[in-house]
């Protein structure tokens, strides 16, 4: 399947991993838009949020708690936000399933 997050779970194309488990794959964004800004995306191919089944919704579970481990693991204590993109206008340009972790900055609500 020609998925680029497909292509990094796989190792076809190199990411910075920085977390993993059975699940989930978390890698440093290539265009970071915070201090810190980590993509954390299920192994499984999912295209995107409005995909999201009864069948398949336990990988957002297990996204989010591999979010709380790597904000404990890397003192993300002051807060962070977690963005998910869904279709054109949503602005997500990767189809595959995926979360932004963001922080180490003071991040403006509401978003533009
Ligand atoms: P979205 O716009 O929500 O679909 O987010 C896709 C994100 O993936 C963007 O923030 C990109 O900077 C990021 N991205 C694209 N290619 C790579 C890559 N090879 N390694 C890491 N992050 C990437
Ligand atoms: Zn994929």
Known sequence: MDCLFCK??????????MFENDDVLAF??????APFH??????AHISGANKINSENSIVVAKVFEAIAII?????????FRVVNNCGEDGG????????HLLARRNLSWPPG
Request: net charge negative.
């Open 38 to 43: 980590v993509i954390v995306i299920p192994k």
């Open 92 to 99: 997500q340009t990767v189809n595959h399933l995926h979360f």
């Open 71 to 79: 904000a404990k693991e890397n003192n993300l204590e002051n807060g």
């Open 8 to 17: 990094i779970v796989s190792g076809e194309i190199p990411s910075k991993k």
């Open 28 to 33: 440093y964004d290539i265009d970071p838009q």
